[in-house]
């Protein structure tokens, strides 16, 4: 079992940054892939951005550019930099981990989830 923890959200204006950052504890860290996924009201939840364990990386299209993602595996962390951020950004924002194959903006494809953070931002 894994546990992991967001934090960071908060409300910014258009154009600003936030830095989400995401905390896993239990079973080894090792070898899991994490990724961040967000969810608006009324809508499903989406990918944003995934990282595997040695490093490579994924983007949804609506965020390449302005969020970078990035572990520290000895810190069992994973942080998520959003900026030039919109208002069409606002959701909360989950981290979750996998062990399993297949695509990374799928979230059928994670085991352990977050509660998630709310990132809100004003126009």
């Known amino acids: 079992q894994v546990q992991v923890v967001e934090s960071g959200g908060g409300l910014v204006q258009a154009g600003g940054s936030l830095r989400l950052s995401c905390a896993a504890s239990?079973?080894?860290?090792?070898?899991?892939?994490m990724g961040w996924f967000r969810q608006a009201p009324g809508k499903e939840r989406e990918s944003v951005a995934a990282?595997?364990?040695?490093?490579?990386?994924y983007y949804a299209d609506y965020v390449k550019g302005r969020f970078t993602i990035s572990r520290d595996n000895a810190k069992y962390t994973v942080s998520l930099q959003m900026n030039s951020l919109k208002p069409e950004d606002t959701a909360v924002y989950y981290c979750?981990?996998?062990?399993?194959?297949?695509?990374?903006?799928?979230?059928?494809?994670?085991?352990?989830w977050g509660q998630g953070t709310q990132v809100t931002v004003s126009s």
């Open positions: 990282i595997s364990w040695s490093g490579g990386t």
């Open positions: 239990g079973r080894t860290f090792n070898g899991y892939g």
């Open positions: 979750a981990a996998r062990t399993r194959a297949g695509s990374y903006s799928d979230y059928g494809n994670y085991d352990y």
